[in-house]
């Protein structure tokens, strides 16, 4: 065997042991999968911190000829024998100057509270009776709260000349009792409290 021959042999060779152990092509590269972090759910406030003053009576609220009037912390007497609440507040209507009745609004953290205390409230309620001058009404307020009853009184006793509306009604934590003196529509007291229920379930329901 001539040199040229093994020489040619020899570069055979070392290209054979090459080719063979060439490195593997690299595998693709994984993209890890990011890690979604759950956005933190918002710690609700208790129920005695929230400020229900800013949500009550807003313009275009009250019917006709009614005023927003004093805000007061201490409830009326009629609510003193209902379960304490965490969370209270009152406020006056007027009407040409006078006082014209209330809205008044309770917070409990127990739903069994807000039960009791609203079967208190309209079990006051007078019974439907016509008396000689004087019309009683009282009915369930369909589209409003989770149970809502009105009481209405219209005439004159003992020259006495009666003309309101009573009406209570429930969302989740709140009791709401309405008065409005120098109105028996029960629509227009409605309508009020149509727009304070909306308010009062963005604060109270959990």
Do not use: W
């Amino acid at each position: 065997m001539n040199r040229s021959t093994r020489a040619s042999l020899v570069i055979c060779l070392i290209v054979l042991l090459f080719s063979g152990c060439s490195s593997p092509a690299p595998s693709p590269t994984q993209t890890p999968t990011p890690t979604v972090t759950p956005s933190p759910t918002p710690t609700p406030i208790p129920l005695s911190e929230i400020d229900l003053e800013p949500i009550l009576i807003l313009p275009g609220d009250l019917p006709a000829g009614f005023d927003a009037a004093q805000t007061r912390q201490v409830i009326p007497e009629m609510f003193l024998a209902l379960p304490e609440a965490q969370n209270h507040i009152n406020r006056q209507f007027e009407r040409n100057g006078d006082g014209a009745g209330s809205v008044t609004v309770l917070l409990y953290e127990s739903s069994n509270d807000v039960d009791e205390a609203y079967s208190t409230i309209v079990q006051g309620f007078a019974e439907p009776r016509n008396i000689e001058g004087m019309n009683v009404q009282r009915q369930l307020v369909p589209d409003l709260g989770e149970k809502a009853e009105a009481n209405t009184m219209e005439g004159e006793l003992l020259g006495v000349v009666l003309d309101f509306t009573d009406l209570a009604f429930t969302r989740c934590s709140a009791l709401v009792h309405i008065r409005m003196k120098g109105t028996a529509e029960i629509v227009e007291v409605a309508s009020y409290a149509k727009r304070l229920d909306a308010r009062l379930s963005d604060l109270v329901c959990r």
